[in-house]
């Protein structure tokens, strides 16, 4: 956390404040006295961005997100860190419409508390690089460890990319709308990038000049007020929003009451429904098994009943879904009052063997997928012979819309292919199911389905013709009266074990 070099007494109340809550990994510093306008924010955010990766060893986090004392929550933890799962590897860069162009390059520097830019005076630009990929966006970024350590490792690398896009935003006006959008823009990582943030900014206020020489001036959003809380609901449909900005002076009662609704609408938490007295006949082959090699769970208590999540619906005083791709849970009762949950996992695309950006970021199979709650009803990842199956591609999620063409190949255990019909797709921010067609039969055993595209956005807008790329693939357990094992079952399931009894708000 870096605090601004104007109030250095807060640095010792934020580690006092971490002291005391034992936050441990919190780490406060104040290393610049930032004018905005200049490069002293960008300093300070790569300077906590090398800190990061130093520490990754021992924190092991997976992405870096940039955020200021005026941002604030919108959505769980949960949703956020399921949301980062399934996009894993990629980074979240919002990039302006200027990156199909050419992008303005002011000059700006700071000195004694002040910025000067002479836009309007002198016209002064800096020119650019030749090969030099120059972007702007938001500065509010999530990067993953990989690019991020690619950008601590390549700043003192002389003759990298990274070290030329740095030099070259030093001497520009508000670099930290520039650097980051540059860096990924100039390196391999381009292919692993999402033009969006992860924040609902509000329209843009009044700009702000910082001394009597700065002619640009940079912009801010508004203030945040409970009128915004309409269109943060509308945006968090339209796709996955975590943050909003900007709130100011937290101790004024509206701005409390405006936190506390924030809050309450983040906070909404799952509620159980049973599904059925007796568990699913799958789950039978779970009774004497370790469950995550920890937990003699099934030897010592008798399971009485099953119940699966259910988010509250737009009927409720919880809002509709804040991200649509969750997985399916599946919550086992003992008599003792012992639960495990069953969480289904994603089908994910191997990252380490892309070349290119993904349009399927993950694939999930299972019974009963309804469209419009857009979850699994029956069993996810495990299939009854008596069933019909579909599968569910998540695909990419970008601001930008996108048309795809999609087939599905069902692949048997005896490798016969049976297709499903291609459908032409627009990406909005609901998954795509596909049904296994009904005069395909089932047999037991593992099968796996193919997603093929066969057309694809380009870059500049135009839709590119693919020779049937497979984009991703997903196997699934087919059983009969032979039930799966539990080691079959943990292919497709994480489980833990809670202890005691359940949470208030899950009764």
Request: charged share 20%.
């Amino acid at each position: 956390v870096h605090v601004d070099g104007k109030n250095p007494a807060a640095v010792g109340d934020l580690a006092n404040w971490a002291a005391d809550n034992a936050f441990t990994n919190v780490v406060p510093g104040s290393d610049f006295n930032i004018t905005q306008g200049g490069n002293l924010i960008l300093r300070a955010s790569v300077r906590g961005l090398q800190r990061a990766v130093e520490t990754h060893k021992e924190w092991a986090w997976d992405y870096w997100i940039k955020l200021s004392e005026t941002d604030y929550p919108v959505a769980s933890v949960r949703s956020l860190h399921e949301f980062l799962s399934v996009h894993q590897g990629l980074n979240f860069v919002g990039m302006d419409a200027c990156r199909h162009s050419k992008c303005s390059r002011p000059l700006g520097i700071t000195c004694g508390g002040q910025t000067f830019s002479f836009f309007n005076t002198l016209r002064m630009h800096k020119p650019a690089q030749y090969g030099l990929h120059f972007i702007r966006g938001s500065e509010w970024v999530a990067l993953t460890h990989d690019f991020a350590k690619e950008i601590a490792t390549g700043l003192d690398k002389k003759g990298s990319a990274i070290a030329t896009v740095w030099r070259d935003s030093l001497l520009q006006y508000q670099p930290d709308e520039s650097f980051f959008h540059s860096a990924i823009a100039n390196v391999a990582s381009c292919a692993f990038h999402v033009n969006r943030n992860l924040h609902f900014i509000t329209g843009v206020d009044v700009k702000s000049n910082h001394g009597a020489k700065d002619e640009v001036g940079t912009r801010s959003p508004a203030t945040m007020t409970e009128d915004y809380l309409p269109a943060i609901a509308a945006a968090k449909k339209a796709l996955p929003r975590f943050f909003t900005r900007k709130l100011l002076d937290y101790d004024r009662p509206e701005t409390a009451r405006l936190m506390q609704r924030l809050d309450d609408a983040a906070a909404c938490p799952p509620v159980w429904k049973d599904v059925t007295k007796k568990p699913p006949g799958w789950v039978e082959g779970l009774l004497q098994s370790r469950v995550d090699g920890a937990t003699e769970f099934w030897a010592k208590h008798q399971v009485t009943g099953a119940q699966r999540v259910w988010r509250a619906g737009p009927q409720s005083s919880c809002p509709s879904e804040e991200w649509s791709n969750r997985p399916s849970e599946l919550r086992l009762g003992s008599s003792s009052g012992t639960r495990v949950i069953l969480t289904e996992k994603f089908g994910l695309w191997p990252r380490a063997k892309m070349k290119r950006r993904p349009d399927v970021l993950a694939m999930r199979v299972g019974t009963k997928w309804c469209d419009t709650t857009l979850r699994f009803l029956g069993s996810a990842g495990l299939v009854h012979v008596g069933e019909q199956p579909a599968v569910v591609v998540h695909l990419l999620q970008t601001v930008e819309s996108a048309h795809h063409k999609l087939s599905v190949d069902w692949v048997s255990p005896s490798k016969t292919i049976s297709k499903s019909a291609a459908r032409e797709v627009s990406v909005g921010h609901e998954p795509v199911s596909f049904r296994m067609p009904s005069g395909a039969a089932l047999t037991p055993g593992e099968w796996s389905v193919k997603v093929r595209l066969q057309r694809v956005p380009a870059e500049d807008g135009s839709v590119e013709e693919v020779p049937d790329l497979v984009a991703g693939v997903r196997k699934f357990l087919v059983y009969s009266e032979e039930l799966p094992s539990a080691t079959q079952v943990l292919q497709y399931y994480t489980a833990r074990v809670e202890e005691g009894p359940a949470p208030k708000q899950e009764l």
